[in-house]
């Protein structure tokens, strides 16, 4: 495909909140044995996750984390000119929730909202919108929210997946800059994979019945619904470090870049095997690759956001940031965006 490429805009603000409930891994030994428990835990690095009470939806954790970003950075909310909410784990099947986020945070109705459903790749493709919407003359500020709850989508009794995601939020601002940064964006699909990951009942294809509510006993001894999600961890594995790495060397390539010059490689957070091999693959030093996935989780389409801003902390980025990040999972669908967070504000993460 081609590159979406851009000059002046940037992101501008990134913040983060996590639920306060948190998940020890190490005693998550209801449907599992220790052995086997421990055996994830050394495999995919998930030590600890944050997982939302029954009251609270995506949608909540990403006001807070927008009402962060308003309360550190000071800014207008009235130059907000879009937001784009992006999760496979929203209020309801319909009305889209950033209608109802905007109206909660009081953006008043001159703003335009709309949902994108989609996981693990989320923040690339929201990214891409974004800088686009950001990139029009009259658009000023682009609010981009990244939420999910997949602690109340996957079964506790599967041993693919109960021990891998956590829930969170966050808010990027993006607006147009005054200096240049030269940013490259890629994304791809591949919807022959599109039984990878995924939920078989509950939507309009097979809807919710009697029959897709009760749980079935698997081969390995996972149980789960149809209306619970499930992973071919094989199968996604082997996406991830064959796909994944032809883009990201492609788009470096593009933006004519070695990995020198990248300072940080932010990865999405599915789990350290995969993100060891890619960095193993393209030789890059430990110390440029951002984990949070200890702390969190695979939190989906959060995970990227949640792992800047919980690298950075509280503060303004002053010096030059060049980062790579990469997301992929879902759909099968993956992208990779390589931008400057010079002058970006990171506002922390915080708890909800």
């Not at 984390?65 to 000071?74: H, I, K, R, V, Y």
């Not at 609010?143 to 996957?154: C, M, V």
């Not at 801003?309 to 303004?316: L, P, S």
């Amino acid at each position: 495909m081609s590159y979406l490429k851009f000059e002046n805009i940037g992101i501008k603000a990134i913040a983060g909140v996590v639920p306060k409930r948190q998940i020890d891994n190490r005693t998550y030994t209801h449907f599992m044995s220790e052995k086997d428990v421990k055996t994830v835990i050394e495999m995919t690095g998930i030590a600890e996750r944050r997982f939302a009470d029954e009251n609270t939806c995506s949608s909540d954790l990403c006001i807070a984390a927008a009402e962060s970003l308003f309360t550190e950075t000071g800014i207008d909310k009235n130059e907000i000119d879009v937001i784009i909410f992006v999760s496979q784990t929203p209020d309801y099947r319909t009305p889209p929730s950033s209608m109802m986020i905007a109206d909660k945070l009081g953006l008043g109705k001159e703003i335009g909202a709309f949902d994108i459903n989609l996981g693990c790749s989320g923040y690339m493709y929201g990214l891409q919108v974004a800088f686009l919407y950001a990139s029009q003359s009259e658009i000023r500020k682009v609010l981009l929210l990244n939420g999910e709850t997949k602690s109340k989508a996957y079964s506790k009794k599967d041993k693919a997946t109960s021990l891998l995601f956590g829930d969170g939020g966050t808010a990027t601002l993006i607006e147009k800059i005054e200096q240049e940064n030269p940013t490259i964006m890629s994304m791809h699909s591949n919807g022959a994979g599109y039984k990878f990951i995924l939920m078989p009942a509950g939507g309009y294809r097979y809807p919710s019945s009697v029959e897709s509510l009760k749980e079935k006993i698997y081969p390995d001894g996972s149980i789960r619904t149809d209306e619970q999600g499930s992973m071919d961890g094989e199968a996604v594995f082997n996406f991830s470090i064959t796909d994944v790495p032809k883009d990201i060397k492609s788009t470096l390539e593009a933006a004519r870049l070695d990995w020198d010059q990248i300072d940080y490689f932010v990865p999405h957070q599915a789990n350290r095997f995969i993100t060891n091999h890619i960095a193993k693959k393209f030789k890059i030093s430990s110390e440029k690759v951002l984990y949070s996935l200890q702390k969190y989780g695979n939190t989906s389409s959060v995970s990227i956001p949640l792992t800047l801003v919980d690298h950075f902390g509280n503060r303004k980025i002053a010096e030059k940031s060049l980062v790579l990040m990469c997301g992929f999972g879902v759909g099968l669908s993956w992208g990779t965006v390589i931008t400057d967070l010079n002058g970006c504000r990171m506002c922390g993460v915080k708890e909800l």
